[in-house]
């Protein structure tokens, strides 16, 4: 199938691609790498009047260390991650998120900011960005406004990003020496989407950790009070200790009915919990 009839527009800067945004009086739809809006229009999953292409916007594609993070203009690929083309401040945990996602060919085009406005659970930023504590620059003619990754994602393709609103930027904290990172998925076949996420950023000597559960239905379970997960106590020794009891009975509480499902999604956490040892 071919897309239903769209005006196309290009522009060179933030600002006149937020002018189309809030001066059309139809309905427009961003495009970077198109890896998930390209399909959509071919099956006429959505059908806007305009599609705004944002590849032309040098800023979007800028990424710089300011301070202790690193941050990721929405036009960055994946693929300039994966091949180490921006700063690193998470001890390479980004650029193996990065190198796992799809195929190739996907990730020279699709682009981070791309994957995180299409809100999907399965996507690999979705749940990595918030085990990384990553936060995300929202920008509109009334100004930016920074929201913390955790909170980006209310549901399966629903986020908080209002009407008139773009994704500008990603913010990814430096990752303190003592942080260990394990990132884990289930895939029935390569180049998939995930049915089980596991991400995790456990640092034994500050006593603390970041525990994410995703490829679920909704948002991601989050859980960043996670001694109970660890015997109530996360030193080095955390691994020896993780309770799978207890990581059952969130997923159980956060709707997930099905104890095969649970299995697995515990199963997947477990391994990255062991890859973070």
């Not at 190739?104 to 918030?130: E, F, I, K």
């Amino acid at each position: 199938m071919k897309p239903a009839p769209f005006t196309y527009e290009r522009p060179r800067d933030i600002g006149s691609a937020l002018s189309v945004m809030t001066g059309a009086e139809s309905s427009v739809k961003i495009i970077a790498g198109g890896q998930s809006l390209g399909p959509m229009l071919n099956l006429r999953l959505v059908a806007p009047d305009t599609i705004l292409d944002i590849t032309g916007i040098a800023e979007l594609k800028r990424a710089d260390v300011d301070g202790n993070e690193l941050m990721l203009g929405a036009c960055v690929t994946h693929a300039d991650i994966e091949d180490g083309r921006v700063p690193d401040v998470t001890r390479g945990a980004m650029q193996r998120v990065a190198a796992n996602i799809a195929y190739r060919a996907v990730r020279n085009r699709g682009t981070v900011g791309g994957s995180l406005s299409h809100a999907d659970p399965s996507a690999d930023w979705v749940s990595s960005l918030a085990a990384l504590g990553a936060s995300l620059s929202l920008r509109s003619t009334s100004g930016t406004r920074r929201v913390a990754m955790k909170d980006f994602i209310l549901g399966a393709l629903e986020s908080v990003m209002e009407s008139g609103e773009m994704l500008e930027a990603v913010h990814v904290p430096l990752m303190p020496s003592s942080a260990r990172w394990g990132y884990v998925k289930s895939c029935r076949k390569t180049g998939e989407f995930a049915h089980a996420i596991g991400a995790v950023l456990i640092d034994p000597d500050a006593g603390k950790a970041r525990i994410v559960i995703g490829a679920v239905e909704a948002a991601p379970i989050i859980v960043e009070q996670a001694d109970e997960l660890f015997g109530g106590t996360i030193d080095g020794g955390f691994a020896s200790r993780f309770d799978a009891r207890v990581a059952d009975k969130l997923l159980a509480e956060a709707g997930m009915a099905d104890s095969a499902d649970r299995h697995i999604h515990v199963a997947v956490l477990r391994k990255a919990v062991a890859e973070a040892a």
